[in-house]
């Protein structure tokens, strides 16, 4: 089983992306090289959320504990859901 991790932007989060993108970027690219994070990436245009496909809770929750995104107020509010893969090999 797989997680899934849901952010929503705060309403004056997108204002604040530029600031902390870089830091985030680097966040996701640790996660997904130890091979915690599967895929992440924003949903709606302009942005409204995220979504995160993680191996397990734990990785989901240590990634949110320490993203910039969620620390300087970009994200108001995230969640996680398991997942249960129908399609997965």
């Given at each position: 089983m797989?997680?899934?991790?849901?952010y929503e932007i705060a309403p004056?989060?997108?204002a604040r992306v530029a600031e902390h993108q870089a830091g985030?970027?680097?966040?996701?690219?640790?996660?997904?090289a130890r091979g915690?994070?599967?895929?992440a990436g924003?949903?709606?245009?302009?942005?409204?959320g995220a979504l995160g496909v993680f191996v397990n809770r734990a990785?989901?929750?240590?990634?949110?504990?320490g993203d910039p995104f969620v620390v300087h107020g970009v994200v108001g509010?995230?969640?996680?859901e398991p997942w249960h893969e129908v399609l997965a090999p």
């Amino acid at each position: 089983m797989k997680v899934l991790m849901f952010y929503e932007i705060a309403p004056d989060g997108l204002a604040r992306v530029a600031e902390h993108q870089a830091g985030h970027v680097a966040r996701l690219a640790e996660f997904h090289a130890r091979g915690e994070l599967l895929m992440a990436g924003p949903y709606g245009d302009p942005p409204v959320g995220a979504l995160g496909v993680f191996v397990n809770r734990a990785a989901a929750e240590a990634f949110a504990a320490g993203d910039p995104f969620v620390v300087h107020g970009v994200v108001g509010r995230h969640t996680f859901e398991p997942w249960h893969e129908v399609l997965a090999p």
